[in-house]
């Protein structure tokens, strides 16, 4: 392996090489390489399929000083953040996009976040993301814990810049291409949370994997909570857009989702006054706890295909914010330990798991795009296979009874 | 028009040539000029009276990273702050200023102010401009609202680092100096206001005007409030100054500001132990709504006359800070959409009014100075001539009975 | 004195030359030099032992534009953070490290630190500190005060990045390196207190002296408090390590701390579930009002010994950390005007100081690093000169019964 720090220093190698690593942010150098970009060409790679890597700064405004990574594989052009927690903004793919329009335009600066302001909901100040991890000390609604302290909306990781990222090019074909970026918790006598993020994408194909690795490095058990909170907008979500998954139950998360429990597979178009309904599921899985989601398009010719394993993430969040464009026309489909109460509405349920001192928790997802009917149909009879004949559980009930 | 991003690039030309437009921040390009100058001479501009624009970084203390821009047209030389949504920090204009001196010595960055510390006082650990706007979602002293969130001091917009930055300069005379900003509060299911600041100088003039554009870019209909927090101190303010505004009611925001009520026209020299008298006033307009103040030194000589418009800015604040100089001896002048209580009280007086979805608000501000006994005593007699012979109501009661 | 600007722009010099001093920062003229270097050979001076000192700035996660200053003086290599109120991080002197291993890796930016978060503990996402200065408006534990104000943990001039930073280098012998910094904090209304701080290192010398200024620049009397509040971990403690100080009264902080009181002087190795005793303690002083504490390893022949003086830091909090070496095995030895607890429950105690209108007060503390039996017997003989045969009170209650 040869190891680079930044635009190409050489500072090792290795027989047989098989892989170029780029050191772009490490803390413990205090090193940010800056504006930085690498080609399948400049590494002098022959993938049949080009390729590019680059790393630049964005300014003004609340994303004054924020980088991003734009990777693009030939196929899609994915903008990672690193200095939002290595989350991702959105993956072009030809005609198709994975995100969605916020009113949060910005990438913004987590240096200009409170998470506390407006009663622990600061996080809202610069939720725009396709995909935002939502943990790990704690995930779900603002809420005051057992302690007596407030726990802001979904956690603090993503408003936490990478403390190290890197970036990986196999040197053999497929010439897959990994960004992967190191963000901790830490806070004396809180938390000592470490967590390697990964995205692998292999030039020429629409898809990517996200396998992340959560250490908890104190000498002590904690809990923790990660909701994979991914985000999809047009052109995929549209009137009569569907989701599918295998379900064993749904319910809703609160008395106003009870009246969309129903339609839950269907998707209304933008639509005034709709807020948001979201519901909680317990997918079924195969015997690896293989599961998925799938969110197909109207005309079912395009969709998302979301695989995750529920050992890891048990439980599934759909989230319907189907208002109006402007507002933030959005569905979420959000693997997780956890729902998106707050932390003591679900320590009743079981939902805030335990990681212990030195222990590492992975959690991968694989997100395809699925470009055709085909794909959208093989998708779904994946769906299918797993729940076979298997029954769902309409729950009427909310699991949690809200105070009004 | 020529449209140049930063030092000078044509992007566009058309004839005639009416003005030059200088894109210094653009979020949606990521783009920040850095330190950056023009002047008419740079601009081959044959005006009479030589200008010049520059912007330019802070560094060191609480103002690391801080742009201001400081334009001067020949006799008034204005410094902006785009990274504090574009709020004025002063204008000099030969021996006179307007400004303050706050014991807040630096222009401070928003990433190190905490808006909800001290119970949702820390907007003051950045409290020195001229001119603050105090918005747009809310305004007012701090407090818990109807919904249960504090509302921290004076909304969020001036701890808003402008989104996008322009300065036009009129290619035909009298030349005109153009700086506008946009400034962004946008938080999912919460806020969508995008307001247009926009500041103009005439070469060889004595005043400016500030016109601003709101706009609410949700669907739904919202609240806003606005109040333009304009603070003055020496040399216009000092023992025996005066305020003068055609008054129809004025009353006290406290107990404690009711044994001023009588004096409220004249200032004390710097006082300690005074702290701050606030008065409510509702002034009387002319046909067209238009109405001032005008502050006036002791000696009636020197002065600062500030005009609006009561069709957008229907109440008056008028802030008596004359305590000592080194805790910030400043009056403000502070025509608003509302009073400084914090907004729960101020819905009962009909004082938070409605954005409707897509609407914009106009707000237009003329600060004067005024140089000699001759235009202040033009700025009186335009009191005088609104104020007519229509009596002034001297309420002894606060408007707002304020728990102890 | 010459007197230049960053990497030497002479601005003015009188005779006889004496020192020659270098401004890094200053906010009056929003000048940072960025990275910068002086050494005894590039400034010409004949010293027997080469000495160095460098700003650089750190890149990456939450350390992101934090700028430190490492001073060699051939003995020791100590590492100041201007962005984090002057505090320094760490000591390195041969096999010896005045410092400690916190949880916390990066030397935090206050941008990313929000105080009041986790009910006023933010504080504990930057701890990590060899010195930490805790105040100076308030310090101790996070408490809602008389006032119904949250005060977050140890105030706020830790995570206040310095106005000024000045270098100086003594040009006749022994060429004393002196590092000052001004800490403002600054809020309208409440706070008008500036400290120079000061860090000087004689060339060759294992020691060093801290002297700060606090001035409150206000019209008006405030309270302050200031615990320093120093940290030190392995090498110097371990199992059997030891505290020495002139004792006139030990109380334990809290209930817990009541079973180590009688072993107070002793240290435990890392010990899961231990957690932190804290103990306060009323020194002895000699007739200047001059005192000390000793923190010697199990061997007796290496240690520190803190210096400070009654009469500017009346009482003596000792923190035993002896939790996991991952938790932060470390011991707090913090002279102050105050103990931990917050501010509610130290004015009942007389431990809440006031600093008058105009007034400054001087804080003298000297670091020593005990590198031999000889050096360690020497200081603790200093200890035992001061206590005499004067009695220690070992007070079972402690002095605040905390609610539980």
């Given at each position: 392996m040869k190891v680079r720090i930044g635009m190409g220093l050489l500072l090792c190698c290795a027989l047989p090489l098989q892989a170029a690593e780029f050191v772009l942010v490490d803390t413990a150098q205090g090193l940010d390489v800056g504006n930085w970009k690498v080609s399948s060409d400049s590494l002098g790679i022959k993938s049949k399929i080009p390729f590019s890597i680059e790393k630049k700064r964005l300014h003004g405004g609340r994303q004054e000083g924020v980088d991003v990574i734009v990777v693009?594989?030939?196929?899609?052009?994915?903008?990672?953040?690193?200095?939002?927690?290595?989350?991702?903004?959105?993956?072009?793919g030809g005609d198709l996009r994975l995100g969605w329009e916020s009113p949060v335009k910005e990438?913004?600066?987590?240096?200009?976040?409170?998470?506390?302001?407006?009663?622990?909901?600061?996080?809202?100040?610069?939720?725009?993301?396709?995909?935002?991890?939502?943990?790990?000390?704690?995930?779900?609604?603002?809420?005051?814990?057992?302690?007596?302290?407030?726990?802001?909306?979904?956690?603090?990781?993503?408003?936490?810049?990478?403390?190290?990222?890197?970036?990986t090019v196999d040197e053999t074909p497929p010439y897959a291409i990994h960004v992967r970026g190191r963000v901790d918790e830490k806070t004396f006598k809180f938390s000592d949370l470490s967590t390697w993020t990964g995205v692998t994408l292999v030039p020429g194909e629409a898809a990517f994997t996200v396998e992340d690795k959560l250490t908890n490095q104190a000498d002590y058990d904690n809990e923790y909570q990660i909701i994979y909170h991914g985000n999809f907008g047009a052109p995929l979500l549209e009137e009569g857009a569907r989701i599918s998954a295998p379900v064993k139950q749904i319910s809703p998360f609160n008395d106003y989702a009870r009246k969309g429990l129903d339609s839950w597979q269907t998707y209304l178009g933008p639509t005034k006054g709709f807020d948001e309904m979201v519901f909680?599921?317990?997918?079924?899985?195969?015997?690896?706890?293989?599961?998925?989601?799938?969110?197909?398009?109207?005309?079912?010719?395009?969709?998302?295909a979301v695989d995750f394993n529920v050992k890891q993430l048990p439980v599934l969040t759909l989230w319907k914010n189907t208002d109006t464009l402007q507002q933030g026309y959005v569905t979420g489909i959000e693997p997780g330990t956890s729902y998106a109460y707050s932390t003591k509405y679900q320590r009743p349920l079981g939902l805030v798991p335990t990681i212990k001192a030195g222990e590492s928790k992975h959690f991968t997802l694989r997100y395809q795009l699925l470009r055709d009917k085909g794909e959208v149909q093989a998708a779904l009879d994946r769906v299918k296979a797993v729940q076979g004949s298997q029954p769902t559980e309409l729950r009427r009930d909310p699991l949690v009874q809200l105070p009004h």
């Open positions: 693009d594989n030939g196929t899609l052009q994915m903008t990672l953040v690193p200095t939002r927690g290595m989350g991702i903004y959105e993956v072009r990438i913004v600066n987590p240096a200009f976040i409170d998470l506390e302001s407006r009663g622990g909901l600061g996080w809202l100040d610069g939720f725009n993301e396709m995909l935002v991890r939502c943990g790990y000390e704690w995930t779900g609604h603002p809420g005051v814990d057992d302690d007596g302290r407030l726990k802001s909306l979904h956690g603090r990781v993503q408003n936490t810049p990478a403390s190290v990222v890197r970036v909680n599921i317990v997918p079924y899985s195969d015997a690896k706890g293989n599961t998925l989601a799938v969110l197909e398009n109207r005309a079912g010719n395009a969709g998302v």
